[in-house]
Nanobody, 129 residues
């Protein structure tokens, strides 16, 4: 199995930045699509950004130009750099893996939560106005 653990969340003011990290392990000799999602209580889980084995990315419209997803092959880590944070970015942020897919070109909806089969426990991001 793939294990994922998020870190880096916290409470910040609007306009500030945060960098989330996700440590992944379990499939040493394989690679797969990774993504960030977020969820507010009572609402559907929302895809934020995703990245495939070759580094291709896709972002939700709400975060384009502000967030950057990246991965470190040596450390096997996933990152989300969040700049110009807004109160509406407040949510629990989850990292996720789809071990069945290598390329975003295989998806019709790469930011759909239904595509991913492994999830971290989440890290809270709170942005105050």
């Amino acid at each position: 199995q793939v294990h994922l653990k998020e870190s880096g969340g916290g409470s910040v003011q609007a306009g500030d930045s945060l960098r989330l990290s996700c440590a992944t392990s379990g499939y040493r000799y394989s690679s797969y699509v990774l993504a960030w999602f977020r969820q507010v209580p009572g609402k559907e889980r929302e895809g934020v950004a995703t990245i495939d084995v070759d580094g291709s990315t896709k972002y939700a419209d709400s975060v384009k130009g502000r967030f950057t997803i990246s991965r470190d092959n040596a450390k096997n880590d996933l990152y989300l750099q969040m700049n110009s944070l807004k109160p509406e970015d407040t949510a629990m942020y989850y990292c996720a893996a789809d071990t069945d897919v290598r390329s975003l070109s295989e998806y019709d909806s790469p930011l759909s939560a239904l595509e991913y089969n492994y999830w971290g426990q989440g890290t809270q991001v709170t942005v105050s106005s």
